[in-house]
């Protein structure tokens, strides 16, 4: 072969292999490699991981991991260039904003009968998303520091509206934490929006800071920085389980919650390693590990509750409307960003 020749060829092999890339033929992410994006928390991800990648040591899993609201902008900016492979632990109420969108692949993960009914995508015959497991909101307390004030530990959204815990609490923001949209999302089905609104303006009153993260404000509860963290139930118990000074309540006029959810992401050529991944997401192994962290699983399991639960804590949750908090979420988060955002926590 002439060298000129040798030039031609590969130059058309190198035209060749451009226009696969441009058509989805061949993964930008190297054989083997599966890249995941999550909201759930990093002590969680790094045991779930290590689970897959021993029953699965062929597949190096990438982990692009932040706040559901982080995770959500993210993936719509990504909307016609999609990045990852599958969601994994994201909110149900932007996984919703997903599919209207047409972002999510159609895909019944091994063992998907065993998922309860209305903790999958029961709207279309093959599901679009499948639930794992539900998280609530939970009010965190300094006994400590709420014992120096002498004051107790709110546990209703009226007592934390309460002036005289004026600049002791902090909240998640609800732009870019689930834990926060969850909550504000339960302060209006349970009392209209109009309502709502006014009760969230004297609640904000007694807010030092919005944090972008929903297990901050139990954080800072715990260490004592402010008496109150408004964050989800697991996190204080954690904390209180390794010594810290707190206590947890639930909102007795209903926990607001979501639910954690996978998805196969819509692309030009689907990762086959990802539906390996939304397999094992839902298996029994799996699901033990996600009971370690809440108690109300995807699947009927006799399963221990976790310390500091109730025996059934289902019955502490609101009755939940999915497709209007999704349908309302970028409505909502516009006006609560107008009128709250100055309390945020800077970047």
């Given at each position: 072969?002439?060298?000129?020749?040798?030039?031609?060829v590969?130059?058309?092999a190198?035209?060749?292999?451009?226009?696969?890339?441009?058509l989805?033929?061949?993964?930008?992410?190297v054989?083997?490699?599966l890249?995941?994006?999550t909201?759930?928390?990093?002590?969680?991800?790094s045991?779930?991981k290590k689970?897959?990648?021993?029953?699965h040591p062929?597949?190096?899993?990438?982990?692009?991991r932040?706040?559901t609201?982080?995770?959500?902008?993210?993936?719509?900016?990504?909307?016609?260039?999609?990045?990852?492979?599958?969601?994994w632990?994201v909110?149900?109420t932007s996984l919703?904003?997903?599919d209207?969108?047409?972002?999510?692949?159609?895909?019944?993960p091994?063992?998907?009968e065993r998922?309860?009914?209305?903790f999958k995508?029961?709207?279309?015959?093959?599901?679009?998303?499948?639930g794992?497991?539900?998280?609530m909101?939970?009010?965190v307390?300094?006994?400590i520091e709420?014992?120096?004030k002498?004051?107790p530990?709110?546990?209703?959204y009226?007592?934390?509206?309460d002036?005289?815990?004026?600049?002791?609490i902090?909240m998640?923001?609800p732009?870019?934490s689930g834990?926060?949209?969850?909550?504000i999302?339960?302060?209006?089905?349970?009392m209209?929006?109009?309502k709502?609104?006014?009760?969230?303006d004297?609640?904000h009153?007694?807010?030092?800071?919005?944090?972008?993260?929903?297990?901050?404000p139990?954080?800072?509860?715990?260490?004592?920085?402010?008496p109150?963290?408004?964050?989800?139930?697991?996190?204080?118990?954690?904390?209180?389980?390794?010594?810290?000074?707190?206590?947890?309540?639930?909102p007795?006029e209903g926990c607001?919650w979501?639910?954690e959810?996978?998805?196969?992401?819509?692309?030009?050529r689907?990762?086959?390693?990802?539906?390996?991944?939304l397999?094992?997401?839902?298996?029994?192994?799996?699901?033990?590990?996600?009971?370690?962290?809440?108690?109300?699983?995807?699947?009927k399991?006799?399963?221990?509750?976790?310390?500091?639960?109730?025996?059934?804590?289902e019955?502490?949750?609101?009755?939940?409307?999915?497709?209007?908090?999704?349908?309302?979420?970028e409505?909502?988060?516009?006006?609560?960003?107008?009128?709250?955002?100055?309390?945020?926590?800077?970047?």
């Open positions: 072969m002439s060298r000129q020749t040798l030039y031609d590969v130059i058309i190198l035209a060749a292999l451009a226009v696969m890339f441009a989805g033929f061949i993964e930008s992410a054989a083997g490699e890249v995941v994006y909201a759930l928390e990093d002590d969680e991800v045991i779930y689970d897959f990648e021993a029953k062929d597949i190096t899993v990438r982990i692009v932040d706040s609201g982080i995770i959500t902008a993210k993936l719509l900016a990504e909307k016609d260039n999609p990045q990852a492979d599958v969601i632990g909110a149900l919703a904003i997903m209207q969108k047409g972002m999510l692949k159609e895909y019944n091994a063992g998907i998922i309860k009914p209305g995508d029961e709207k279309n015959k093959v599901a679009h998303w499948v794992i497991k539900a998280w909101t939970g009010i307390g300094n006994t709420l014992k120096k002498g004051l530990l709110p546990d209703s009226e007592a934390l509206a002036p005289k815990y004026k600049g002791m902090v998640p923001n732009a870019s834990t926060g949209y969850l909550t999302s339960a302060i209006f089905q349970l209209g929006e109009d709502g609104w006014a009760y969230l004297r609640l009153a007694n807010i030092a800071a919005y944090t972008h993260s929903g297990s901050k139990a954080k800072l509860a715990g260490t004592g920085e402010y109150i963290g408004v964050s989800f139930a697991y996190r204080g118990f954690k904390q209180k389980a390794k010594g810290e000074p707190v206590d947890v309540a639930f007795k607001g979501d639910l959810a996978n998805a196969l992401v819509r692309k030009p689907t990762n086959p390693n990802a539906k390996v991944f397999d094992w997401a839902i298996s029994d192994d799996a699901m033990k590990m996600y009971s370690q962290v809440y108690p109300i699983l995807a699947i399991m006799d399963v221990d509750v976790p310390e500091g639960y109730p025996s059934d804590p019955k502490l949750l609101i009755k939940n409307d999915f497709d209007w908090a999704a349908e309302n979420r409505r909502i988060l516009a006006e609560w960003s107008k009128r709250y955002d100055g309390k945020s926590e800077k970047e």
